[in-house]
């Protein structure tokens, strides 16, 4: 059995645009693969998330977000390369009937974005070394989400692996009507500002370490392109080394929002 890892603790304070985060955070002091982080810095992405809901609740303006409502579950999902390799972790640690239905649905979403022409682009994307920009991914986000496909991790409209889900879904919180988002590429959805968004510090954090482009794979090839490059997640850091590069992400998406 192996020992458990010993941690050290830092205590946090971010000055967002609606508040100071307080936060006691913990990593380990050994070395550990970048996907090791993915966790603690979610926690930090709801905790700054959870302080602009309650700005934007004092304003008079509700989440209309909520259980059961999965119509943003038809949107393409960007996910970091960490994220990509966590995922792939989660789901290896599911219980089997639900990890094999869950990989039976994802097999039937890649047949058909294959036959319409998506797959490619969304594996090209996974593997460009080129800096893509949002105005670049807009046309292959409005051709998949015109397909209308539900999100493999969907279960009876319920997200079956909400504990773990990718970052990018936990920020999409909007305060527009509910009806309004049956249809995001018609109607005009306010989505709630996120201080930061923790996919693209992660995607930040792996592009230094790997001296490449900060990219986000599209979900539907997340676990294809962790298998592909699971040696790069062999390389380790201390946890406070990695720390201090998510914050200093973070501080950087923050002096633009101020």
Known sequence: MSSPKQLETFRLSLQTTVGELQAEISVPTSFIPISDIVPLMRSLG?????MEEDHNRLAGHQIS???????CCRMLVP????????LQRNIEQLPVPLREKILTRLSSVKKTLEQSGL????????ETRSQLSDEDMEPVNQAYYAQRLPCVFLEDEVCSIYEFRPAACRELL??????????????PVVPLSAPFRIATVLS???AELTKGPAK???????????DRHAKENQSTQTGESLLKMGL??????LRQNS
């Open 46 to 50: 709801e905790q700054a998330l959870a």
């Open 248 to 253: 200093d992400k973070i501080l950087g998406f």
């Open 79 to 86: 996910v970091s390369p960490p994220e990509a390799f966590a």
């Open 174 to 187: 909007v305060t527009s009507p509910k009806e309004l988002c049956q249809d995001i590429a018609q109607n």
């Open 65 to 71: 977000c909520h259980k059961g409502c999965a119509a």
């Open 204 to 206: 930040l954090m792996w």
């Open 119 to 126: 797959l490619g682009k969304l594996v090209q994307i996974s």
């Open 216 to 226: 986000l794979i599209p979900l539907p090839v997340a676990l294809d392109w962790a």
